[in-house]
């Protein structure tokens, strides 16, 4: 089984930066399917990023042009940087993997952005 834990989130105001990392406790060469939900309060839990098959990226239209997904296979990571951030990207963000079929996931990181 693979455990992944996320790391960077934080308080930042309206226009700021952040950059989150997920980190794998195995080999993510192998995995297909990665990326990152966030979840604000009393809402559902939406996807914002993923990476699959290999270096294919899709976005939430709500971050496009600003959130960038990435993964580095020698670190066992994957990160997603945040630029302009908006106080509606104020959430527990996610990272997860599909691993032999089955969702992963992390134990999120708080992202709050002030304004």
């Known amino acids: 089984q693979v455990q992944l834990v996320e790391s960077g989130g934080g308080l930042v105001q309206v226009g700021g930066s952040l950059r989150l990392s997920c980190a794998a406790s195995?080999?993510?060469?192998?995995?297909?399917?990665m990326g990152w939900y966030r979840q604000a309060p009393g809402k559902q839990r939406e996807l914002v990023a993923r990476?699959?098959?290999?270096?294919?990226?899709n976005y939430a239209d709500s971050v496009k042009g600003r959130f960038t997904i990435s993964r580095d296979n020698v670190k066992n990571t994957v990160s997603l940087e945040m630029n302009s951030l908006k106080p509606e990207d104020t959430a527990v963000y996610y990272c997860y993997v599909v691993y032999l079929l089955k969702n992963i996931w992390g134990q999120g990181t708080q992202v709050t952005v002030s304004s």
């Open positions: 195995k080999s993510i060469s192998s995995i297909n399917h």
């Open positions: 990476i699959i098959n290999g270096g294919t990226t």
